[in-house]
């Protein structure tokens, strides 16, 4: 059974920048599509991006140019590098693992979450 668990959230000031990580195992990570979401409360959760075997990612248009996702498969740890942050981006992170990207909402494996809240 996969386990994922998200760390690094905080707060931080408009225009600051944080690092999330998110640590996995209990599955296959370097083959795995893995994913970082975003949700607010009273909000649908959204994709913020998405990097894929063996070497694709995407971004929402949100926040593309200021957050980078990378993966570090010898360790299995997935990160998400968030810079110029904006009040809205606010909300709880989360990351997701599949076999299939679009098997992440259905069969993927999921964290707890981390708060990020950045004041204007």
């Known amino acids: 059974q996969g386990q994922l668990a998200e760390s690094g959230g905080g707060s931080v000031e408009a225009g600051g920048s944080l690092r999330l990580s998110c640590a996995a195992s209990?599955?296959?990570?370097?083959?795995?599509?893995l994913a970082w979401f975003r949700q607010v409360p009273g909000k649908a959760r959204e994709d913020v991006a998405t990097s894929d075997y063996p070497d694709i990612t995407t971004y929402a248009d949100s926040v593309q140019g200021r957050f980078t996702i990378s993966r570090d498969n010898a360790r299995e740890i997935l990160y998400l590098q968030m810079d110029n942050l904006k009040p809205e981006d606010t909300a709880m992170y989360y990351c997701?693992?599949?076999?299939?990207?679009?098997?992440?909402?259905?069969?993927?494996?999921w964290g707890q979450g981390t708060q990020v809240t950045v004041s204007s």
């Open positions: 209990g599955f296959t990570f370097r083959t795995y599509c």
């Open positions: 997701a693992a599949a076999i299939r990207c679009d098997w992440l909402h259905t069969h993927g494996y």
